[in-house]
T-cell receptor
Framework: DAGITQSPRYKITETGRQVTLMCHQT?????MFWYRQDLGHGLRLIYY???????DKGEVSDGYVVSRSKTENFPLTLESATRSQTSVYFC??????????FGQGTRLTVV | GNSVTQMEGPVTLSEEAFLTINCTYT??????LFWYVQYPGEGLQLLLK?????DKGSNKGFEATYRKETTSFHLEKGSVQVSDSAVYFC????????????FGKGTKLTVNP
């Protein structure tokens, strides 16, 4: 199906483990983003990418790593998960002028 | 820096009531402004947008007008339905910058029959 797909939808992991959240889009949009959604904070930008091999930090990037070797994929890795990274993570893509299109989200719980 | 402030929720209305959700922004120049809607268990969907002063965005009976003089982009609907129950987010994209969006904290709307 066309669109933006995140996997997994739900994930429980232990403190200290490395976790990778996947994001795939079929539109060939140049921009991709990772946001986290927390009660009382709305959505906060973790990382974004303007094109393949171009990434930049957002406002809450500590503890996260991204890569973008192909236009359609933008995985987010938590290097050593902490309880404060328990959140709902949204991937989005956009093309200039249209606004962003969001995936369904990944609910991550760190225990 | 750029920021968005929207009214705190939750907002509870009866069906067919009038809805206003206030949104103001801080940004230099002329940002683009957006309203997104999030239904339970889903991602955000673009509801409407405006890219220049005095533009009115509209969709599904919702409207918002870009007011540069008051730095506002309030969301309105004349007659809400139970199916409008969701969380609404106001957002801006800075003029001339990347496609990054800055979001408000969201307003939860519940519409009762």
């Amino acid at each position: 199906d066309a669109g933006i797909t995140q996997s997994p939808r739900y994930k429980i992991t232990e403190t200290g483990r490395q976790v990778t959240l996947m994001c795939h889009q079929t539109w060939s949009h140049s921009y991709m983003f990772w946001y986290r959604q927390d009660l009382g904070h709305g959505l906060r930008l973790i990382y974004y990418s303007a094109a393949a091999d171009i990434t930049d930090k957002g406002e809450v990037s500590d503890g996260y790593v991204v890569s973008r070797s192909k236009t359609e994929n933008f995985p987010l890795t938590l290097e050593s998960a902490t309880r404060s990274q328990t959140s709902v993570y949204f991937c989005a893509s956009s093309i200039q002028g249209l606004g962003a299109f969001f995936g369904q989200g990944t609910r991550l719980t760190v225990v | 820096g750029n920021s968005v402030t929207q009214m705190e929720g939750p907002v509870t209305l009866s069906e067919e009531a009038f809805l206003t959700i206030n949104c103001t922004y801080t940004a230099t120049g002329y940002p683009s402004l957006f309203w997104y809607v999030q239904y339970p268990g889903e991602g955000l969907q673009l509801l409407l947008k405006a890219t220049k002063a005095d533009d009115k965005g509209s969709n599904k009976g919702f409207e918002a007008t870009y007011r540069k003089e008051t730095t506002s982009f309030h969301l309105e609907k004349g007659s809400v339905q139970v199916s409008d129950s969701a969380v609404y987010f106001c957002a801006l994209r800075a003029q001339g910058g990347s496609e990054k969006l800055v979001f408000g904290k969201g307003t939860k709307l519940t519409v009762n029959p």
